[in-house]
């Protein structure tokens, strides 16, 4: 079998919402088996970007806000949207830049990932920020945030208690975890 071959057959599409951030098409599809469906795929316009901080004493910084779609708050590392076409690396800055005031000289790509792919495109792009200076936050009008330092082992307790479950933090203080332990970050 060739695990690159697609086995949906597209019967016909329609576009059933689109705004400036998202655009969903229903597909009429013949499934793998050959029988009749649907599927709704999600389409995203930006890629998400996550940033990781990480100070000369092992800090690092979360952001708190109410997530509109979970209808809860929610903690997370500095995220945001970066336009497709555009450099991811330059999204992170300006992210970073706009929700905490921090421009860090130094970048490390951790991640690249798909979010939730049974029925989105979504994809992210996870940096790891160090080397910083704090300057003014920017944060859009869309965005009440709350933002703390806090040491990175008490972030990976927030994963581990279930405090933090927003995935792009999860990926991203799991990974800098498995550094920390393999000797790999100092």
Known sequence: MNEQHNPWTI??????????????????????AGGKGIYGKVHFKNNAIGIIVLDDELNTYLVGQYRFPLN???????????????????SAKRELKEET????????????????????????TIFMARGLQQEEAMPEETEQLVVKKVPFDEAYQMVENGTITDSIAVAAILKVRILLLEGKLT
């Open 11 to 32: 019967v016909n599409e329609k576009e059933v919402y689109n705004n400036p951030w998202i655009n969903v098409t229903e597909f009429d599809v013949l499934n793998p």
């Open 72 to 90: 809860k708050y929610s903690w997370e590392i500095p995220e945001g949207g970066g336009p497709l076409g555009i450099d991811a690396l330059e």
């Open 101 to 124: 005031g921090l421009v860090a000289q130094e970048w490390t790509k951790l991640l690249d990932l798909h979010l939730s792919n049974s029925v989105t495109d979504e994809f992210g």
